[in-house]
């Protein structure tokens, strides 16, 4: 089975702070995602990122960076967290030959006060 | 359906009966197509997928059956189950150049089971 774990279910921010969020998959997929998603308007694609050290914009990348140094590890970086960045976070990964099927995490709630 | 708003479309159906779960995608280009339950603070997860040269295909307890005419999805779960209820939504994508990993979501549908 695919696992991809999300290394933290709940979070609690003040406005400002740096927010590391980190996803580990085991499958070694090349593709990892991070998306949000927020009541009424489903999942939206942050970033993606196809191989070790690269990454591309997704739909909503603005605040928001990402590192990815190994292969089975990606992470999002909130560099100064707002309010309007309270949401669910859910990482996905999926392989090269099938990019498009994509498995998720479990979510990281985040709540930045 | 798709959900406008806040409000997602909601299903309440007994115990024991057939489900069957729709989705509207938007482009006609769309090849593929997924379907992911996603249960009250849990990530989705993957049920079952289909390709556009199909029409239907079958997993346990679910089937998916694609009309390419009318852009319409459906996911049909037989025997429901109270651990069936969740919120399903469908994804699209079209493989075009280097985008082919992107899918479009739909908003959901939420399936309440009564026991």
């Known amino acids: 089975d695919v696992k991809v774990t999300q290394s933290s279910r709940y979070l609690v921010k003040r406005t400002g702070e740096k927010v590391f969020l980190e996803c580990v998959q085991d499958?070694?997929?090349?593709?990892m995602f991070w998306y949000r998603q927020d009541p009424g308007l489903g999942l939206r694609l942050i970033y993606f990122?196809?191989?070790?050290?690269?990454?591309e914009k997704g739909d909503i990348p603005e605040g928001y960076s990402v590192s990815r140094e190994k292969k089975e590890r990606f992470s999002l970086i909130l560099e100064s967290a707002s309010t309007n960045q309270t949401s669910m976070y859910l990482c996905?990964?999926?392989?090269?030959?099938?990019?498009?099927?994509?498995?998720f995490g479990p979510g990281t709630r985040l709540l930045v006060l | 359906g798709e959900s406008v708003g806040l409000h997602l479309p909601t299903l309440s159906v007994q115990e024991g009966d057939n489900s069957i779960i729709n989705c509207a995608y938007s482009n006609s280009a769309s090849d593929y197509f997924i379907w992911y339950k996603q249960e009250s603070g849990k990530g989705p997860q993957f049920i079952i997928d289909i390709r556009s040269n199909m029409d239907k295909r079958q997993g346990q307890r679910v089937t998916v059956l694609l009309n390419k005419t009318v852009k319409h999805l459906s996911l049909q779960i037989a025997a429901t189950q109270p651990g069936d209820s969740a919120v399903y939504f469908c994804a699209e994508n079209w493989g075009s150049g280097g985008s082919n990993y992107k899918l479009t979501f739909g908003k959901g549908t939420l399936l309440t089971v009564n026991p």
């Open positions: 996905a990964s999926s392989p090269m030959a099938r990019q498009e099927t994509q498995y």
């Open positions: 990122s196809y191989d070790v050290k690269m990454k």
């Open positions: 499958m070694d997929h090349e593709n």
